[in-house]
């Protein structure tokens, strides 16, 4: 991005992130001239966009991803999660950052590296960016069909992802890996950002909270700023609970993967999280803190192999 003061930079965000400095809205707009109709001077007299509209945060994502990923066409519906590019962005260079501990710091690249996304979504964003930053293959899974057939235009419409991402439908809901990893996979990470409500009840008052910390209004019935249908926002038992299953359901293809990892948007959740990875009887998990100017989380990623077996399978696949 341009050259900015170092006050102008996301320092929270991952130190390879493209998105560090503050957004160059004149870039931006000489590329994807829609994104002028959202953008406004703040109270600071700076130039940005309300982030409380939805439509003007995906044209802006827009922007983004043609701008500094390459990425032309980026269309799904309006109606779907509309993921914001630094956070979704500082997930996989971090687990890059575990890969790369296997090989002296060396981050491995391209082909050799397979990564399953466990709810790609209709944006597909997570295989956008490992593709285009790391050259990695990809797996992505999702229960919506719709949320396959548009990931599915995504790839087929980006010259960058062709032979790149896989997809597949995961069939049982309840399920979080079987159905999806085959007996034969070798998946080398697995990543995922849960669903994080238990309810849409939830989901809504979450909504609210939002608009009101950017706009300074109530509203009782907005929009999401960055979307959602209910099967990417909403899980029975939420957030806590999806964890659970997918460490559960981790441990029955404990081999087929080098490692495992998931977002986890509360702290409160870690303690839990902990004991659930110990039961589980893994080899080893660790936690990385991960936020943006406005949010924090932490990524958990854990595996089942011994430092033998990951040798071994270093060796072999990389």
Known sequence: MSSKTPNDEKTTLHPRNKNRERYDLPL???????????VRPNKYGNLSIDFSNPVAVKTLNKAILQEYYGITQWEFPDGNLCPPIPGRADYIHYIAD???EAKAGNIPLGN?????????????IYPILGVVEYGWRFIGSDIDPKSIASAQHIINSNEVLTNKV??????KPSHIFKGVIHKDDKIDITICNPPFHASMEEAQKGSRRKVKNLTGKKMKKPKLNFAGISNELVYDGGEHQFIQNMIRDSKQCSKNCLWFSTLVSKASYLKGIYKSLKNAETAEFKTIPMGTSNKSSHIVAWTFLSKKEKKSWIEAKW
């Open 28 to 38: 931006l707009i000489a590329n994807t001239p829609k994104l002028k109709n959202y």
């Open 166 to 171: 896989g997809l597949r439908l995961q069939e």
């Open 112 to 124: 050799s590296i397979t990564c399953l996304d466990v709810g790609v979504g209709a944006s597909c």
């Open 98 to 100: 575990i890969l790369a």
